[in-house]
């Protein structure tokens, strides 16, 4: 059971500016778990310039990037994905409500350590 469960969800606040560390979370875009390197997708994208980690011990870890960044990552399988793990499996809001994001929405994505 060693990895991350893993969370993309909106900001309350529309999402205008980056999150912070404690930035209330909104309607939540996707839910996984994947491995031990299911985070690396992250950390690339933090040393690209495309996201900010916004500090955390795995309890939870977490970030913040726009959906440009984050969707086109997410849009067929999210990156180390298990198909199913102790029960769960991935989950996706309905379309609608992904599409209701503008591309330079700000989203936070929150990684809980599993082991």
Known sequence: MLGWDIS?????????????????EGARLASWQAGLGGLNWLKELVREGKAIDLGGSGYPCRYTATAEYLFPRL????????????GWKVV?????????????????VEAWDQS
């Open 75 to 86: 849009s067929d399988m999210p990156p180390g994905a298990k198909s199913e793990w102790e």
């Open 92 to 108: 996706w809001s309905p379309a609608s409500v992904v599409a209701e994001c503008r591309p330079d929405e700000w989203l936070i």
């Open 8 to 24: 993309v969800c909106r900001q309350t606040n529309g999402g205008v500016s980056p999150a912070s560390a404690d930035s209330p």
